[in-house]
């Protein structure tokens, strides 16, 4: 899990020019992961959020990160060894936590009927 949250870091530090300075990764049932990054706005951004201009502040993020999406996907299949089937990004503006949550295909040795 410590894997997938630096490596999301390091994405969104490449992507924004800001890395968040708080992630973790964990599994929210046996086919989903969630990844919890905190502190990730820029300058520019936190000046939006100030203005009130969430609305286009999630926008303008929802946009670059779906933009990204075959390289958030690569960062979760390469270190779990599953393929992912479902990408969700979403983010509340106010408090500055960003959310990228995960469908995985069920593990091989899962007992899923």
């Given at each position: 899990?410590?894997?997938?949250?630096?490596?999301?870091?390091?994405?969104?530090?490449?992507?924004?020019?800001?890395?968040?300075t708080?992630?973790r990764?964990?599994?929210?049932?046996?086919?989903?992961?969630?990844?919890m990054?905190?502190?990730?706005?820029t300058?520019?951004?936190?000046?939006?959020?100030?203005?009130?201009?969430?609305?286009?502040?999630?926008?303008?993020?929802?946009?670059?990160?779906?933009a990204l999406?075959?390289?958030?996907?690569?960062?979760?299949?390469?270190?779990?060894?599953?393929?992912?089937i479902?990408?969700?990004?979403?983010?509340?503006?106010?408090?500055?936590?960003?959310?990228?949550?995960?469908?995985?295909?069920?593990?091989?040795?899962?007992?899923?009927?």
């Amino acid at each position: 899990m410590l894997e997938v949250a630096n490596a999301m870091v390091r994405l969104y530090k490449e992507a924004f020019g800001r890395g968040p300075t708080k992630a973790r990764a964990q599994f929210a049932g046996p086919d989903t992961l969630v990844v919890m990054l905190e502190s990730s706005l820029t300058v520019a951004e936190r000046n939006l959020v100030a203005m009130g201009e969430h609305q286009r502040l999630r926008e303008a993020r929802l946009f670059f990160q779906y933009a990204l999406e075959d390289q958030f996907r690569a960062i979760v299949e390469e270190a779990l060894g599953r393929r992912t089937i479902a990408f969700i990004s979403g983010m509340d503006t106010a408090r500055d936590v960003a959310v990228e949550v995960f469908t995985l295909e069920p593990a091989e040795d899962s007992n899923h009927s």
